[in-house]
């Protein structure tokens, strides 16, 4: 069994019982810091990727995931080589015109970001020794 799967069987085994909160990718914050609340609904892994739905759409892909604690009161991915982040413009409909992404490669010591953000221009603050991706 890979770590990939394992993280996904642990994140199933453990619902609905899983931290909720906000997304924060190597220290760079999901909207404001504490601001949104995001519920886990369930997890698949394939090939290397892990893949989170949460309860309002969005969807959390983790590339590769190392060493994870999951459970009521922690949710952290340690590393990965990627990390993308797709959600719904909350408040419109739920259509794919609506659909944004941020997306975080690793690539040695530098992070590379892709975002299709286009109502403001995101500053992402990021710190390689933080998770990959947490609920805080």
Known sequence: MTNTEL????????????????LRTWGAWFGRPYDNCHAIVQAKAENG??????????????WEPTTA??????????????VRWEWF???????LANRYFQDFHARGAA???????????PRFEIDRTLP?????
Do not use: C, H, M, S
């Open 7 to 22: 993280i996904a069987i642990t994140i199933n085994n453990a619902l609905p019982r899983v931290k909720t909160g906000t």
């Open 49 to 62: 990727l892990l893949t989170i739905e949460f309860n309002e759409g969005e969807t959390l892909q983790v």
């Open 69 to 82: 604690t999951i459970d009521l009161n922690t949710f952290r991915i340690a590393d990965a080589q990627r």
């Open 132 to 136: 990959a991706a947490e609920l805080l």
């Open 111 to 121: 992070t590379e970001i892709e975002t299709n953000v286009d109502w403001y221009q």
């Open 89 to 95: 413009y909350y408040g419109r409909p739920k259509i």
